[in-house]
């Protein structure tokens, strides 16, 4: 092997070691960039919900009396419920703290454990950037809750007003006499709306 060779062959090695140091520096640098930035977003309004029953729920919603509470009770296995929830969480942005809005899944329904459930819950509400508000999970099984609710299904939106009455209950039997449609948020928005004219008048 003549000098020359050798010296072309480790001119070759050296340029390939540099090549394949780059691409992996440019092929990481991205997610390292990327990466924490995203982790301190969800951080900043992690998503946590809480398995309450129907004592702890109600005593929850007394908490906030002097506010406005909007109950949105749903369940992922509700196509309307996961349609409409991300208008809860869009209500919450618009009223911030004059209004507090939580969200009561129904998904356990009495077998195993509440936690059994908690995984595809919690996943769902983190898609739809619900940190912002209180998400709550039924402890006591859905039929069970429907009952003490007086409820017999799910989407239910519920709103207090500041001196904790129930002003408006949205559910099929309210949309089919009252509405002759489905309730929308838009009509959620709009009692909130009026509870929050008539509180300033006073």
């Given amino acids: 092997m003549t000098r020359n060779v050798w010296f072309l062959k480790q001119l070759l090695l050296f340029?390939?070691?540099?090549?394949?140091?780059?691409?992996?520096?440019?092929?990481?640098?991205?997610?390292?960039?990327?990466?924490?930035q995203t982790v301190q977003q969800q951080k900043s309004n992690p998503?946590?919900?809480?398995?309450?029953?129907?004592?702890?729920?109600?005593?929850?919603?007394?908490?906030?009396?002097?506010?406005?509470?909007?109950?949105?009770?749903?369940?992922?296995?509700?196509?309307?419920?996961?349609?409409?929830?991300?208008?809860?969480?869009?209500?919450?942005?618009?009223?911030?703290?004059?209004?507090?809005?939580?969200?009561?899944?129904?998904?356990?329904?009495?077998?195993?454990?509440?936690?059994?459930?908690?995984?595809?819950?919690?996943?769902?509400?983190?898609?739809?950037?619900?940190?912002?508000?209180?998400?709550?999970?039924?402890?006591?099984?859905?039929?069970s809750l429907y009952t003490k609710m007086n409820l017999t299904s799910v989407p239910v939106v519920m709103v207090w007003d500041r001196d904790g009455t129930l002003v408006q209950q949205f559910d099929d039997d309210y949309a089919n006499k009252k509405l002759g449609r489905a309730f929308t948020y838009d009509d959620v928005r709009q009692v909130v709306e009026q509870v929050t004219q008539s509180t300033v008048k006073e």
Wanted: charged share 25%.
């Fill in 15 to 36: 340029a390939g070691a540099i090549s394949v140091a780059s691409c992996g520096w440019f092929g990481n640098e991205p997610v390292d960039r990327v990466a924490p």
């Fill in 47 to 143: 998503v946590s919900v809480v398995i309450a029953d129907h004592s702890e729920i109600m005593k929850r919603i007394a908490s906030h009396r002097g506010k406005i509470v909007v109950l949105d009770c749903w369940s992922t296995s509700c196509p309307p419920c996961v349609r409409d929830f991300p208008d809860l969480v869009m209500l919450q942005k618009e009223y911030g703290d004059s209004v507090v809005c939580l969200s009561l899944s129904f998904d356990y329904e009495g077998f195993g454990v509440p936690e059994d459930v908690l995984p595809p819950v919690r996943k769902f509400l983190e898609q739809v950037s619900a940190g912002s508000i209180e998400n709550l999970l039924n402890r006591d099984g859905a039929d």
